[in-house]
């Protein structure tokens, strides 16, 4: 017998019910776990992104990273030059990258496979460059999002021990709450659905009378929306926007997250961006283990990610799932 789904109001009160007990859960840990938990909630946006636009409307790309960075610009732009509140400055971040994902959503639902893949991995290859071009964006520089001291209201509220880690824990957990829940309602919908049909066959999709060339622009879209409103937080987050920031190798860990969540589990986005926040600390450990060398402890980590990538390709194709067991029905 099938297990039903969360109506959206029990599935409401469950986001709710998690994101009480992770702001609670804050203040017993120190700064270095609230700095990698709000990491990991970065992360969980971002691999989203991916699982939206791979598994369930069948696109690839190879450059969500570089999404992520015009979400980053736009809100530090904002931020810096019209001295726009954070809060507006995040939501203008996102607005340019969905802008942004719209334009190149019409060129990629021209593509497929190899192709798109290519388009976008040019596209997270060329951008640090471009970004060093322009003054605007400060060059190599880069461009400050420091956003200060957590609201002193908040702060007579929680305590002194309220950090700015802490704050910036809240605020990205809070929104990636938000946007998971947003997602979860958005993939049970119709325009899941649709999706889901021309992935699998968009021949047959067609016939049914979906138009699944604009169902490949949206979901482009809105897998962009996601990306840059990751990107705007990783800035958040850092302070500063700089093109190395967002590197070509960031694009990759959001696919290799992905593939390891499994590309059509959205739930599973959460142990992508664990298992992501967790490899820098592996490899920092297994290079003191052979010596502290800056050589290993430069490549190992790219290393570790891509040795637990082809692993979990060969053995383990849809991700690191915790299987649920179903009760059979019995006669």
């Known amino acids: 017998m099938h297990s039903r789904r969360l109506s959206p109001r029990n599935r409401a009160l469950l986001f709710l019910l998690i994101g009480v007990a992770l702001l609670l859960a804050s203040g017993f840990t120190g700064e270095l776990r609230n700095y990698q938990g709000a ?21 690839i790309s190879l450059g969500h990273g570089a999404i992520m960075a015009i979400g980053g610009y736009g809100a530090a732009l904002s931020f810096t030059l019209w001295n726009f509140p954070f809060e507006i400055a995040l939501l203008f971040g996102v607005l340019v990258g969905t802008l942004g994902g719209f ?35 400060g060059g190599e520089q880069g461009l400050n999002f420091d956003i200060g001291d957590p609201p002193h209201w908040l702060v007579r509220l929680e305590g002194s021990d309220f950090t700015q880690y802490k704050w910036f824990f809240w605020i990205s957990t809070v929104v990636a709450l938000i946007a998971l829940w947003a997602i979860t309602n958005l993939l049970h919908s119709s325009y899941g659905r649709n999706w889901r049909a021309g992935r699998n066959n968009a021949v047959a999709a067609g016939l049914a ?70 490899i820098p600390e592996i490899s920092g450990a297994l290079t003191t ?40 029905k019995t006669l």
């Not at 471009?130 to 003054?135: N, T, V």
């Not at 060398?293 to 849809?318: C, D, T």
């Open 209 to 278: 009378g979906i138009n699944v060339a604009r169902g490949k622009v949206l979901a482009f879209t809105v897998s962009s929306a996601l990306a840059s409103l990751a990107g705007a937080l990783f800035a958040l987050l850092l302070g500063l926007v700089t093109p190395t920031a967002f590197p070509l190798s960031l694009s990759f860990a959001i696919v290799t997250g992905a593939v390891l969540a499994g590309v059509g589990n959205l739930a599973g986005s959460i142990v992508g961006g664990v298992v992501l926040v967790a």
């Open 39 to 59: 990491q990991v909630a970065i992360y969980l946006i971002a691999i989203s992104s991916i699982i939206l636009l791979t598994g369930y409307s069948g696109q």
């Open 103 to 137: 334009v190149l959503g019409v060129a990629a639902a021209r593509l497929s496979g190899p192709y798109l893949a290519g388009t976008t991995l040019a596209l997270a290859v060329g951008l640090p460059s471009i970004a060093d071009q322009f003054h605007v964006l």
């Open 289 to 328: 283990h052979f010596g502290d060398s800056q050589k290993v402890s430069a490549n190992l980590p790219g290393f570790v990610m891509s040795a637990l990538l082809i692993l979990v390709v060969l053995f383990m194709p849809n991700g690191l799932r915790i299987r649920r067991f179903k009760s059979k």
